[in-house]
């Protein structure tokens, strides 16, 4: 049992791959938080150059009483080393040490960490323990639950990964403070997506609270995660490897991948191709008449107040819709080279379909346009 | 259901990974064989530079009906081309195909174009469904059956891998017609295996049928495919993610990854390493009470019968034994540093454990001066 006196917990429903998200403050410094993990002879903290001289010191510390040996592996910062070669590394360092099945893998970071490593672990020996500690708001209300793997391929963002569910994922929200201001924002986009396509009373939320989620006020910020993580736990648990409704949750997404593909990864950062994405995607949505005008407009304001992007990027200055087009047909929900969209209806409800090329060469014609005020 | 007249089935209980094996002949140039396995807009068939031009034809012309387009990717031929590199060209082929998530990909070759295929088919796009085709005795009685997959890493075989089950495993018997002399033997010390750790009657039954067997008949192939199947099937069936009894399986394993990793991989076969490493399992489990002098020797002849080595290969003139125990201390099964063996008790039952490394370097000395006859 977790210690409760500073930490909700959310249930993840899997079968016996059920795990807990524990949220709070003071969660990595308090060795009860990890009382539940596995045992071994080892584990590893996979971290990068930004986060380990951070908090590598406070994990190590609560884990060291569980495991006789605590490693730790530093990799570069960024998306752009979410690829084979960092990947090598972690094995390298995993091989190094001798470690074995048991071993325990800690991803510290965000969420360029918690993919690679949740990958690493899911193929280290075929599949060893792992624990996601995500120190970015993107990694703590998205990517470290539900157990999506993986890397980058240099045709493809997440072409190469796994369905590998960590066994415990600790959100502390003391993490946050020294996030950069433009992580915070791209991890909203995360929070605001899970309105339109589940709860549009916690759009409503969001917008109210933005100031404070933006101010990095503790208690909004708990609720944020808490409640992004609840839905995104219901999602997950009736369709853990995507055949149908957990693709919902890649709203943005598609239109998002097509951006970092197309400007290089790196280049924007996640949360905020998403942010651009959601516009473009409710654009879409609007075209193929499932929501109004003034839905488009609210969506776009609260990604803006987000101090999101809402204007496209032009990836090829002569043939922009084809690039995009390109880019998307490569994306992982695409079937037989038709892609597949995530749209919204308005009413808090996300639905899969592919949309006739002239629709999709008008929203990007006109999101590229689009002026920021 | 499978056409029944000219093939035998072996099933594959895993719950909703279940499948089956499909033993006969003619099989790769019958479109009923692959009527079970799901569609799709294209199909992939993985091979290597020597199998491909002998049988990829035939099987692309009975995937022909059920994909609109059947893509082939032939890969160098040998055990040291299981790595990433040869990997990411996999990924690459099936990027540049613009294969998606339903594309199934077909493993036709041996061990490593199977353990390859299998891993490409888990990891790409977090997993498609995929097909094992062996074309070498080897792959048909073992390596394709149970849902390992993976490649080699620098450090140690299978080191980064996953479990996933293939849809359908098909052994045509035909295609054994073409293997090397010295293959045909590396896959019977995988067929002898079994007789030791589980069913001393299939030893007796291999004794007396050896010179049938490397005769290639086909009945005595049929069933020498049949019986290891059928016992590799229940051991899998009880235990898929090798927890405990599935490890049964790596008999000779131990001592033979540390021949191959020592050597070289691609010196030795593997199936010569486990021939070897069977000899040497044996006397450990002599020298740790289990098993008398007389069970050693009656295994050591059944593996020298088969046109094995029964002598190791020095792995350092000056360190032999240490080197031997360094490069088992990395072996998957060891934990916390410590090397686990499976042992036989001469009765057809086999268990997993720990031995002194004095008596583990006597094993090794012995072993390197044996003297074959």
């Known amino acids: 049992m977790l210690p409760t006196d500073h930490l909700q917990t959310v249930p993840i429903s899997l079968g016996d791959r059920s795990y807990t998200i524990a949220i709070g403050t003071g969660l990595l410094g308090d060795p009860a938080v990890f009382q539940d993990v596995p045992q071994a002879s080892s584990a590893v903290i996979v971290s990068n150059t930004t986060v380990a001289p951070l908090y590598a010191q406070r994990l190590a510390g609560s884990l060291a009483g569980r495991y006789a040996a605590v490693h730790q592996v530093v990799l570069p910062d960024g998306e752009a080393f979410k690829n084979w070669e960092i990947l090598n590394t972690i094995f390298d360092a995993l091989l190094g040490h001798a470690c074995d099945r048991k071993t325990v893998l800690f991803a510290l970071g965000g969420g360029v960490v918690g993919d690679i490593t949740g990958f690493a672990a899911a193929c280290y020996m075929r599949g060893v ?38 066994r415990l994922v600790v959100c502390d929200l003391d993490t946050l403070r020294t996030l950069p201001d433009r992580e915070l924002s791209a991890g909203l986009a995360e929070v605001i997506k899970y309105g339109p396509i589940a709860d549009l009373a916690f759009l409503d939320w969001i917008e109210r609270n933005l100031g404070a989620l933006l101010a990095r006020e503790p208690a909004a910020l708990a609720h944020a995660v808490k409640r992004s993580c609840e839905i995104k736990a219901s999602v997950v648990g009736q369709d853990e490897r995507e055949s149908g409704l957990r693709a919902i949750l890649n709203f943005g997404h598609t239109f998002g991948h097509a951006i970092e593909a197309g400007l290089g990864y790196g280049e924007w950062l996640h949360g905020e191709a998403v942010g651009c994405g959601m516009v473009m995607a409710a654009r879409l949505s609007q075209r193929l008449g499932l929501v109004d005008a003034s839905f488009v407009r ?48 308005g009413s808090g409800t996300a639905s899969m379909r592919g949309a006739p090329d002239a629709l999709v060469r008008a929203v990007i014609e006109e999101s590229c346009a689009l002026t920021t005020v």
Chains 1, 2 share one sequence.
């Open 129 to 166: 323990p792992f624990v996601q500690v995500p120190t970015t708001l993107l990694a703590q209300v998205d990517s470290s639950v539900g157990g999506k793997t993986g890397i980058n391929h240099p045709l493809g963002k997440n072409m190469v990964g796994a369905f590998y569910q960590p």
């Open 298 to 345: 609210r969506l776009t304001d609260v990604v803006r107040r987000a101090r999101l992007p809402v204007t496209a990027p032009v990836l090829d200055a002569e043939d922009n819709a084809d690039r995009y087009l390109a880019l998307m047909r490569v994306d992982k929900k695409a079937e037989g080279g038709e892609i597949r969209f995530v749209v919204v209806d």
